[in-house]
C-alpha cells in the first residue's frame, strides 16, 4: 500500500512540475487553438532499424557504486552501451611510490565495469580525466607532465577490460577524454597530443578481444575545432573507429543536422566509410531544468530518436540516475531519467520514454510529417504488425492541440487488432478494436495535446479477409477464400528481401471453383523486385488446352515452366510447390505427384521482392476463384511465413 501511495503521489507531482515547467519554455504563450496536422508513412520503404537509442551514460554524480543501487530499473531499459568517465580520478586507478614507480590498482574500476556489466550493458569507456599525480599542479583536467605515462596507462586500461587475460570483454568502446575543449579547454592540437598517445596504447595493446576506440567528446560541433583534430588523425595515419560529440537543445532534429556538418567536414571524407558517428551524450539541455523532470524531456527523447535514425550509429543518452540534490529535494532539475535511490529511485517521464522506444520493431519506416512539430517514428516486424509513436512536441511556437491525421501507406490486407493509447501529462483510456483491412491505405484521426504521444499498434490477426470451412467434417479447420472484390493475401517478405536470395520454395493447398478446363489466365502469386524482375505463377489457356505456368522474368530473359491443368475438378483440394535454386541453377513446379523442372541457366538470379501476393497479381488484378490453405514460403532453408489460417 505504501508503494502504491507512493506511486500516485509521483504521478501527481510529475504533472505539477510539467505545468509548472511549460511557463519555463519560451513562445510557449500562444493560445490553444488547434492546427491539422497530416503524417504520411510509407509501409513499402523499410530499413534494417538499430536500436540506437539503447545507449546511456552517467555522470560523476557519486564516486562509488553509482549503477547497482537501481540496477533492476537500468536492466528494463535493456542498455548496449553504459558511459562512464572519471575513470582514473574518482578510482584511483594510479599510484607512485617513493622511488617513482607506478603501480595499477584496479580494484573501484572494476566494481564500476561490473555494474555495468550486471545490467546487460557493456562499458563505453570515456578515457579520463588525468589522475593527479601525471600533473605537475595536481589539476586532473591538465595535459600530463610525461605523455609516456599517460599512453602506459591507457594501455593498461584496454588490456584489463579488452584483454584476453583480463576481463575478456568483447566490442567495448574507448573514448578519449571527455569534452576536452571545456574540461581543460584544449585546443585541438593539445587535445591530439593525448589521443595520439592513447592511439599508440591501443595498437600495442597485447592479446585483446575486438574493441573500437575513437574521441574527441566534444561539447557540440565546432566545425573548426573537429576539422583541425581530423586533420591530425588523417596525416599521422591513426586509428579512428568513431567520431564522438555531445549534443544538447530542444530542436529534435538537431543531432541530424549536426550530423550532416560532420560527414561534410572536408577532413572527414577519408573516414567517412569505416567511422562510426557517436552522440556520446544527448538531451534537452545541457543546463539544470525542470524540464527533465517532466513530459518535455519524454517528447523531445521520442522526437529525437525519430529524427536521428540514419544520421548517427549510437546516442548514448545523458544521464541515468540523479545525483543528490545538497537542498534535499526529490526533484531538482537533474538530467537523470531516475532520481537518486536515496529519493526513492521514481522513474521519470523519460525513463517511461526509452521503455516505448524498445517497443519498436525490427525494420524502420520513413514517415513525412506535414504539419509544425509533429514527428513520426514507425516500425513494423515484416509479418503485418506494426507500432507507430506520433509525438507533439512544441519546443517553438505556439503550444496548440493538434487535429492530426495518421495514413499508413502500402497497408496490407486481413484481420487486425488496433490499439491507441496517448502517453503524455494527461491520462486517457486505451481503446482497442478489431477490423477487416481491405484496401491499401489505413488511416487514422485525433486530436493531440502538446508534449504528448500517441502509440498505435496494428497487429495482424490472419492475412485472410475471409475464412471458411476448409472441410466440412473437420470442424475448426478453415482455409483462405481468395474471390473478387475480396483482397488477395499479401505477405511482406522484408526477412527475405534483406538477406541474399539463392533459394526457395512457395507450397499450398488450392481449391479451385472452377474446373481446369475453364480456368483463364488467373494469377496463383507475384513478387515484383522492379516492374521488370518478377515471379509469378498463373493459369494460362491455350487453345483447349489449359496449363499452370511458374514464371521468372529478368528484363527482357524469361524462364518458365509448365504442366497441364485441364483435369483438374472443381472443389477438389490440389497440393502446389514452386522451388527455385540459383546454386544449382534450376526451377521446379510439382502439382500433387506430378512434377517439372528446367535450368535457368548462370545468368538469371531468382529472388523476390518486398511483397508476395497471393491470389491475384501485384496489381491485385486477374484474381483466382478459389479456397486456399497451408501457406509455406522458405527462403535459404528458413521459413519465413506458415499459415494454416485456423
Not at 403 to 425: A, K, Q
Request: hydrophobic share 40%.
Amino acid at each position: 500500500m505504501k508503494k502504491l501511495i507512493g506511486e500516485l503521489l509521483f504521478l501527481i507531482l510529475v504533472g505539477v512540475i510539467f505545468l509548472v515547467s511549460l511557463k519555463t519554455i519560451r513562445n510557449l504563450a500562444g493560445r490553444a487553438e488547434k492546427t491539422s496536422v497530416t503524417v504520411n508513412i510509407d509501409g513499402a520503404s523499410p530499413q534494417i532499424f538499430p536500436k540506437i537509442w539503447q545507449g546511456f551514460g552517467q555522470g560523476g554524480e557519486e564516486t562509488t557504486k553509482i549503477i547497482a543501487p537501481v540496477s533492476g530499473a537500468v536492466a528494463e531499459l535493456m542498455p548496449s552501451y553504459i558511459r562512464i568517465d572519471h575513470l582514473f580520478d574518482f578510482s584511483q586507478v594510479v599510484s607512485r611510490d617513493e622511488r617513482g614507480e607506478i603501480s595499477y590498482h584496479w580494484e573501484e574500476l572494476d566494481e564500476r565495469i561490473a555494474e555495468i556489466t550486471a545490467v546487460g550493458a557493456l562499458p563505453f569507456l570515456s578515457l579520463s580525466y588525468l589522475p593527479p599525480i601525471f600533473s605537475a599542479s595536481n589539476s586532473i583536467i591538465s595535459l600530463p607532465s610525461s605523455i609516456t605515462d599517460w599512453e602506459n596507462l591507457i594501455r593498461a586500461t584496454i588490456e584489463r577490460y579488452s584483454g584476453r587475460n583480463g576481463k575478456n570483454l568483447s566490442n567495448l568502446y574507448y573514448e578519449v577524454w571527455n569534452e576536452p575543449d571545456v574540461f581543460g579547454k584544449f585546443k585541438p592540437a593539445e587535445y591530439f597530443s593525448l589521443y595520439l598517445a592513447a592511439a599508440k596504447a591501443a595498437e600495442s595493446a597485447i592479446d585483446c578481444q575486438p574493441f573500437k576506440f575513437g574521441g574527441p567528446a566534444i561539447l557540440g560541433v565546432n566545425k573548426t575545432w573537429l576539422n583541425d583534430f581530423l586533420g591530425l588523425v588523417k596525416a599521422n595515419n591513426l586509428r579512428l573507429d568513431f567520431v564522438s560529440w555531445h549534443s544538447y537543445g530542444a530542436n529534435p532534429k538537431k543531432i541530424k543536422l549536426e550530423a550532416g556538418v560532420v560527414d561534410n567536414l572536408p577532413n572527414f571524407n577519408s573516414f567517412r566509410k569505416k567511422t562510426e558517428k557517436v552522440v556520446t551524450e544527448w538531451g534537452s539541455d545541457s543546463e539544470m531544468s525542470a524540464n527533465h523532470d517532466s513530459f518535455f524531456d519524454a517528447s523531445h527523447t521520442l522526437a529525437t530518436v525519430g529524427e536521428s535514425f540514419g544520421a548517427v550509429d549510437l546516442l548514448l543518452a545523458f544521464e541515468l540516475k540523479d545525483g543528490l540534490d545538497p537542498k534535499g529535494n526529490q526533484f531538482w532539475g537533474r538530467w537523470g531519467l531516475l532520481t537518486h535511490q536515496e529519493k526513492g529511485s521514481l522513474k521519470k517521464p523519460r525513463y517511461a520514454a526509452f521503455t516505448l522506444l524498445n517497443e519498436n520493431l525490427k525494420y524502420f519506416l520513413p514517415a513525412d510529417e506535414n504539419g509544425l512539430n509533429v514527428y513520426g517514428l514507425s516500425s513494423t516486424d515484416g509479418k503485418g504488425n506494426f507500432v507507430l509513436f506520433l509525438t507533439s512536441f512544441p519546443y517553438s511556437g505556439a503550444n496548440r492541440e493538434k487535429d492530426l491525421s495518421v495514413s499508413l501507406h502500402h497497408f496490407l490486407p486481413g484481420e487486425f487488432e488496433e490499439s491507441v493509447s496517448f502517453f503524455g501529462s494527461e491520462t486517457n483510456p486505451e481503446s482497442n478494436l478489431r477490423f477487416q483491412s481491405s484496401g491499401r491505405t489505413w488511416q487514422k484521426s485525433f486530436n493531440l495535446k502538446p508534449f504528448t504521444t500517441a502509440v498505435i499498434k496494428l497487429r495482424r490477426l490472419s492475412p485472410a479477409s475471409t475464412r471458411i470451412p476448409a472441410e466440412e467434417e473437420e470442424p475448426g479447420n478453415f482455409a483462405a477464400q481468395i474471390i473478387a472484390p475480396l483482397p488477395p493475401l499479401v505477405f511482406p517478405l522484408f526477412d527475405g528481401y534483406f538477406s541474399n536470395q539463392e533459394d526457395g520454395e512457395i507450397s499450398f493447398s488450392l481449391r479451385f471453383s472452377q474446373t481446369g478446363a475453364e480456368a483463364a489466365e488467373r494469377f496463383l502469386f507475384e513478387s515484383r523486385v522492379s516492374p521488370s524482375i518478377r515471379l509469378y505463377a498463373k493459369t494460362r489457356s491455350e487453345g483447349f488446352a489449359n496449363f499452370l505456368d511458374f514464371v521468372f522474368e529478368q528484363g527482357e530473359i524469361k524462364k518458365s515452366i509448365s504442366l497441364d491443368i485441364g483435369d483438374w475438378q472443381a472443389g477438389k483440394w490440389y497440393d502446389l510447390n514452386f522451388t527455385w535454386s540459383n546454386p544449382l541453377m534450376e526451377m521446379k513446379m510439382k502439382i500433387n505427384d506430378r512434377e517439372v523442372k528446367e535450368s535457368t541457366g548462370a545468368n538469371i538470379n531468382l529472388s523476390l521482392g518486398k511483397f508476395l501476393t497471393v491470389g491475384a497479381d501485384a496489381d491485385d488484378k486477374n484474381f483466382i476463384n478459389a479456397d486456399l490453405d497451408n501457406f509455406l514460403l522458405k527462403m535459404n532453408g528458413r521459413e519465413i511465413i506458415w499459415e494454416n489460417f485456423n
